[in-house]
């Protein structure tokens, strides 16, 4: 099974939300239906703005979103919300999915 790093933003109040899962796309639906987490069932409705493909191993994927919280830093998540940027460093194993979905 192949783990998804995910980027959920709110527009209405400018908010983001970052997490890991096997399907990032059920997780939106979960968000934003409010059966999952008390911080995103503040700041509906949710729409995903980033999914990166990490791989089969789940253990990197929870280090890697951990990362990324831990950087408190809403320029990062902009610069991977953006198509062009290419992440470096320990980010360079995100590999970007197109996620729109029919």
């Not at 700041?43 to 408190?72: H, N, T």
Request: a positive charge; glycine letters at 4%; hydrophobic letters at 40%.
């Amino acid at each position: 099974m192949d783990f998804y790093l995910y980027i959920l933003y709110s527009s209405i109040f400018d908010k983001f939300y970052i997490g890991y899962s096997a399907d990032p796309w059920r997780r939106l639906e979960q968000h934003n239906s409010g059966r999952v987490h008390k911080f995103t069932s503040s700041y509906r409705p949710w729409e995903l703005a980033a999914v990166f493909k990490i791989g089969s191993d789940r253990c990197m994927a929870m280090k890697i979103e951990k990362f990324i919280k831990k950087q408190k830093s809403k320029i990062l998540l902009k610069k991977l919300i953006d198509v062009d940027f290419v992440p470096e460093g320990f980010l360079a194993q995100l590999v970007r999915v197109p996620h729109v979905r029919d």
